[in-house]
């Protein structure tokens, strides 16, 4: 899709005289050469490892008697041995997707294997063991070859070792002593960034960032007892800051106004809406106060990232439109009815919508100067 | 940072990575298999009568839920030895069992650490993390939830629970469970009217 984009400005670009002549042909070759990867047989291969992959957990959970149980046992490894050598082939082939599919086909069947143990000896209420070797198999895989899905796949796991825990140790202060489990999902967390940097995977460093945020609601839950209200904006304000000011020594990594700056402004915004549908019986004061609070938060991001960043400016108009519905309601619902108030709203938005086509109308006219 | 990134993204010889992964991925997978059977094989044997207390899981397929009488899937809080940790927590507890004139085990007395040492013929089972409530802020008395050990569940072939469940529903079944030196138990074999109906083989 973006292939065809890039095709179509391209073409444009000669046209209008923006590009010599033949200079379209090797940017295109150059974009060709880089990005060989995501193509419709390389889904459609890793799709298949899944389905595959599932077939197997399916065979397990059948618990069919004609197969002997050793002869499931080998069956498992040898599914796992195979899906290795093929990745080994493929690597050495360069053919990156076939590996990738390959691998997603050997994580499978070794949770299938796991699945298979505790089918046999008939063990129960080990879903955090179970999900953290199932984690920790995909870490060692993602990080051996440097593969992406992996690495997605450690990310999914972490999160179900996560809910795992929280199922096993509840919400809510537990004073458990045993700090074990509360840091090895961080840990498992860590490793799976190590593995998402090393194999360039975007999407596994969000379900990094997902996870570790998850993570912190609940340990501040568990072991502080900060309510997750308070933890989401504290955690949002350090992101954008992060976003703001990012520390020369990451390199790049974080780039100003960038993912860091998009995590803090959900973050914050969400924290804060959370605060307000959960004050209990407010005066009309503090209601107001909680409202000057989320508008001026939500002007602030749209000022400091919002020619920089599409989402956070977003979030923003959004933040700011639902909060002045929300003043409109309290202070005149009551007053006007609901015609109202429909009235008023609409009015509202209309004005909101207005000033909005003009800011994006400038950052656009901004960014074609700079 | 970019040498930190170029050295962590280095790649492996991809022979070299498939072995590695092949030993841990398969190796993990015996290592769990022989932690079971040698506790199949070594273990202490108790037996245990489960209790009515239906389900199927979605990766390991049928299975009955097995509930255990004699104090064991039910704290009697009066059993509890020694001293109640100082505030409400989540860790496991030891059931130590004995046997009665049937044959079958019950609790005889419930601890939050592992006891140092026990009468002959006792066995010590450990429980997975319970939720443990202590008396005070409004409690009266203090309270264990049900704890689990992890042999709750018998997984059979698909369609065959209904008679084990029926059986178990009437008080008739007994499961015989072997239990590792560490308190880990194991489900041995399932009985019904003392008859052994599955006999657990080491692999």
């Known amino acids: ?370 | 940072m970019s040498a930190v990134l170029d050295r962590l993204r280095a790649p492996l010889n991809p022979v070299v990575a498939g072995v590695v992964c092949g030993l841990f991925l398969l190796g993990t997978l015996a290592v769990m298999i022989e932690s079971r059977a040698s506790i199949l094989r070594d273990g202490v044997e108790v037996i245990l009568k489960s209790e009515p207390i239906d389900p199927r899981d979605l990766m390991r397929g049928d299975y009955v839920r097995l509930g255990y009488g004699g104090g064991i899937s039910v704290v009697e809080e009066d059993l509890v030895t020694g001293d109640w940790p100082k505030r409400d927590t989540v860790q496991p507890i030891w059931v130590v069992l004995s046997a009665g004139e049937d044959g079958l085990h019950t609790a005889r007395e419930v601890r939050f650490s592992r006891p140092v040492e026990v009468e002959e013929g006792d066995v010590v089972m450990r429980s997975l993390p319970v939720r443990i409530r202590v008396a005070g802020n409004g409690r009266r008395t203090s309270v264990i939830d049900p704890p689990r050990f992890g042999i709750e569940r018998y997984y059979v072939p698909e369609g065959e629970g209904l008679e084990i469940e029926k059986a178990r529903n009437e008080g008739r079944t007994t499961v015989a469970v072997r239990v590792s030196e560490a308190g880990d138990p194991q489900i041995a074999r399932l009985m019904i009217d003392g008859e052994t109906l599955y006999k657990e083989p080491l692999y």
Not at chain 1, 45 to 57: D, P, S, Y
Not at chain 1, 308 to 316: G, M, S, T
Not at chain 1, 357 to 366: D, F, L, Q, T, V
Request: aromatic share 8%; net charge positive; with cysteine.
């Open chain 1, 1 to 370: 899709m973006l292939r065809k984009y890039i095709v179509r400005e391209i073409g444009h670009w000669s046209k209008g005289g923006l590009l010599s002549p033949g200079q379209g042909e090797r940017l295109l070759a150059d974009y060709d050469a880089r990005h060989t990867g995501f193509n419709l047989s390389a889904v459609l291969a890793v799709l298949a490892a899944v389905l595959f992959g599932a077939a197997v957990i399916a065979l397990v959970a059948s618990n069919w008697e004609i197969i002997a149980r050793p002869l499931r046992v080998l069956l498992i490894a040898f599914l796992i041995s195979v899906s290795l050598v093929v990745a080994v082939i493929s690597k050495r082939r360069n053919a990156q997707w076939i590996m990738e599919a390959s691998l997603v086909t050997g994580i499978l069947s070794y949770g299938a294997g796991l699945a298979l143990i505790s089918q046999m000896y008939h063990i129960s209420g080990d879903q955090t063991g179970f999900m953290l070797t199932w984690a920790t198999a995909s870490l060692v895989v993602a990080l051996a070859f440097s593969s992406g899905l992996s690495a997605i796949a450690a990310g999914l796991l972490g999160l179900g070792l996560l809910w795992a825990q929280i199922d096993m140790l509840g919400i809510g202060p537990a004073n458990t002593g045993d700090m074990r489990a509360i840091t090895i999902t961080l840990l498992v967390a860590l490793i799976t960034a190590i593995a998402a940097l090393r194999s360039r995977s975007i999407v596994a460093g969000h379900l990094v960032v997902i996870l570790i945020i998850c993570w912190l609601v609940w340990v501040g839950d568990n072991l502080a007892g900060i309510e997750p209200k308070m933890v989401l904006p504290v955690l949002g304000v350090a992101a954008l800051a992060l976003g703001w000011l990012p520390p020369a020594g990451l390199g790049g990594f974080v780039e100003r106004h960038g993912w860091a700056t998009s995590y803090g402004a959900f973050l914050l915004l969400l924290g804060l809406a959370i605060m307000q549908l959960n004050l209990s019986n407010p005066s009309l004061l503090a209601e107001m106060a909680m409202a000057a609070v989320i508008l001026l938060a939500s002007v602030v991001l749209l000022v400091m990232s919002g020619a920089h960043n599409a989402l956070v400016r977003r979030l923003a108009y959004f933040a700011f439109a639902a909060e002045t519905l929300c003043v409109v309601s309290e202070t005149l619902g009551s007053l006007i009815g609901s015609s109202g108030f429909l009235f008023v709203g609409g009015l509202v938005l209309a004005i909101i919508a207005f000033a909005v086509m003009k800011i994006e109308k400038r950052i656009r006219a901004g960014g074609e100067l700079s």
